[in-house]
């Protein structure tokens, strides 16, 4: 019953609050380099190599009453696992985004600038070593959300340490402390097919689900997003709009019925 009264209360309140205000999809366009190349010639370029297998277009972050959504959309998709490069996790930002130095960045890397609150891990990455890409389109699978420990983000690399985009987060092993992190909150991935344009990677977690994990920041709050393959050729990083007055409200209504909900 409980869980029932949890689910009710937060599909209602998400309902009420979060289609008064308007929710949209949000779109992220590439404008982000990140952390120098490690081809001199290829400093400040925004992919390395074949646009066709590594390029990365944009992200579409969306959040209403179901939940949080994040798309990303690339041509790698079909391409995974070639010289054993694998899907990234999504990192996020729950207070904001500030990258280090001037846009577009080429000196941030995990190092510095934004502080990653958390990271959306999938449980499926690819094959980490066949010799030809493999197509991933169609694919889907589960999802986990741990707080970010920095020490366990795995940075890019290509083919045992020679790095495109030098140091950036690809992703999250929440096994590589001593001790293993628990999930905070489970979701879901897909693959889907995009016909006549770049394909899309799509992360989601339920508004029950964020709203069980104390975690309805993911719909209220400014958001800062990072993802990119475990090469690092193209990353994808910024911000979500300042949240607006009605979604400051929802926030404080959401929050004193999570706090209260935890002490019960
Ligand atoms: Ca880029
Ligand atoms: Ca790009
Ligand atoms: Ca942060
Ligand atoms: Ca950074």
């Given at each position: 019953?409980?869980?029932?009264?949890?689910?009710?209360?937060?599909?209602?309140?998400?309902?009420?609050?979060?289609?008064?205000?308007?929710?949209?999809?949000?779109?992220?366009?590439?404008?982000?380099?990140?952390?120098?190349?490690?081809?001199?010639?290829d400093?400040?370029?925004?992919?390395?190599?074949?646009?066709?297998?590594?390029?990365?277009?944009?992200?579409?972050?969306?959040?209403?009453?179901?939940?949080?959504?994040?798309?990303?959309?690339?041509?790698?998709?079909?391409?995974?696992?070639?010289?054993?490069?694998?899907?990234?996790?999504?990192f996020?930002?729950?207070?904001?985004?500030?990258?280090?130095?001037?846009?577009?960045?080429?000196?941030?890397?995990?190092?510095?600038?934004?502080?990653?609150?958390?990271?959306?891990?999938?449980?499926?990455?690819?094959?980490?070593?066949?010799?030809?890409?493999?197509?991933?389109?169609?694919?889907?699978?589960?999802?986990?959300?741990?707080?970010?420990?920095?020490s366990?983000?795995?940075?890019?690399?290509?083919?045992?340490?020679?790095?495109?985009?030098?140091?950036?987060?690809?992703?999250?092993?929440?096994?590589?402390?001593?001790?293993?992190?628990?999930?905070?909150?489970?979701?879901?991935?897909?693959?889907?097919?995009?016909?006549?344009?770049?394909?899309?990677l799509?992360?989601?977690?339920?508004?029950?689900?964020?709203?069980?994990?104390?975690?309805?920041?993911?719909?209220?709050?400014?958001?800062?997003?990072?993802?990119?393959?475990?090469?690092?050729?193209d990353?994808?990083?910024?911000?979500?709009?300042?949240?607006?007055?009605?979604?400051?409200?929802?926030?404080a209504?959401?929050?004193?019925?999570?706090?209260?909900?935890?002490?019960?």
């Amino acid at each position: 019953m409980k869980v029932v009264r949890n689910y009710l209360m937060v599909a209602l309140l998400s309902t009420l609050i979060l289609s008064s205000a308007e929710a949209t999809t949000v779109v992220i366009q590439d404008n982000y380099i990140g952390a120098t190349a490690n081809e001199a010639a290829d400093i400040g370029k925004d992919v390395i190599g074949a646009p066709g297998r590594y390029s990365v277009d944009r992200m579409e972050v969306t959040t209403n009453a179901s939940g949080f959504t994040v798309s990303i959309f690339s041509n790698f998709y079909d391409n995974v696992g070639y010289l054993g490069i694998q899907l990234g996790d999504l990192f996020v930002s729950t207070n904001g985004w500030n990258p280090f130095g001037p846009a577009p960045y080429v000196n941030d890397n995990k190092n510095n600038g934004e502080q990653w609150e958390y990271a959306l891990v999938l449980d499926n990455h690819g094959a980490s070593a066949p010799v030809t890409g493999q197509n991933m389109i169609g694919a889907s699978g589960s999802l986990n959300v741990y707080n970010v420990i920095n020490s366990n983000i795995i940075s890019s690399y290509l083919n045992g340490g020679t790095g495109y985009r030098l140091d950036q987060e690809t992703q999250y092993n929440p096994n590589a402390g001593q001790s293993p992190q628990a999930s905070l909150a489970s979701g879901t991935w897909s693959i889907i097919d995009a016909p006549g344009e770049m394909d899309e990677l799509r992360f989601s977690l339920s508004a029950v689900a964020l709203g069980n994990a104390g975690l309805l920041s993911f719909l209220t709050n400014q958001l800062g997003l990072h993802w990119t393959m475990t090469c690092g050729n193209d990353v994808i990083e910024g911000q979500t709009p300042e949240p607006s007055t009605m979604f400051l409200l929802g926030a404080a209504v959401l929050g004193g019925i999570s706090r209260r909900r935890k002490a019960a």
